[in-house]
């Protein structure tokens, strides 16, 4: 499977507008507030597809996070950026909708920084994925409260940013839930 790493990233300021752009690894050296995405996608279940992270990743290996997560590339929108990860990470695609976004800055375990500007997307399907094992090593579907739990007993065992959306905007994930449902 060919995989298109892009290595630069959009840089932002708070107002999610455009500033800049550099190397990826770069921004994540120096902590500059940058454009990203994480994909959630839930089945019929509601149950959220969860993957781990592969070993030999940049940061955050071996953890469990969301179902994918990336940068834009300078020029790409949002929704265009993860429907090209989803199928790269994941082998699969769905209907993915911006759901909100959020900033977050944290130090990771390698001197490396996360200051993004998240894009929290949210998908709906029942494909079982095919992993890339270059991105992920496993991958689970499990309820929000079985994560939750987990998270909360092992807290170690998962990225950064996926516990900072499943501890501080929940709420916006189960309303996204709720109004899928209601369409249905």
Not at 60 to 83: F, K, Q, R, V, Y
Not at 120 to 139: C, H, L, Q, Y
Request: contains cysteine; hydrophobic residues 35%.
């Amino acid at each position: 499977m060919g995989i298109i790493e892009f290595s630069e990233v959009i840089l932002v300021n708070h107002n999610d507008e455009v500033i800049g752009k550099m190397e990826k690894l770069e921004a994540h050296q120096k902590g500059l507030l940058h454009r990203a995405f994480s994909i959630f996608v839930f089945n019929s279940k509601n149950e959220l597809l969860i993957q781990k992270r592969a070993k030999g990743k940049y940061h955050s290996e071996d953890l469990w996070t969301n179902t994918c997560c990336s940068h834009p590339s300078p020029g790409e929108s949002i929704i265009s950026a993860s429907n090209r990860r989803l199928k790269e990470e994941m082998g699969m695609s769905c209907e993915l909708q911006s759901a909100f976004s959020f900033i977050y800055n944290v130090e990771l375990d390698n001197g490396l920084y996360e200051h993004e500007l998240d894009h929290v997307v949210i998908g709906f399907g029942n494909d079982e994925p095919v992993i890339n094992p270059i991105e992920a090593s496993m991958f689970y579907w499990k309820s929000i409260d079985e994560i939750i739990k987990d998270i909360d007993d092992n807290p170690l065992n998962y990225t950064s940013w996926f516990k900072i959306i499943m501890k501080d905007h929940l709420e916006k994930i189960n309303n996204a839930l709720k109004n899928n449902n209601e369409s249905l």
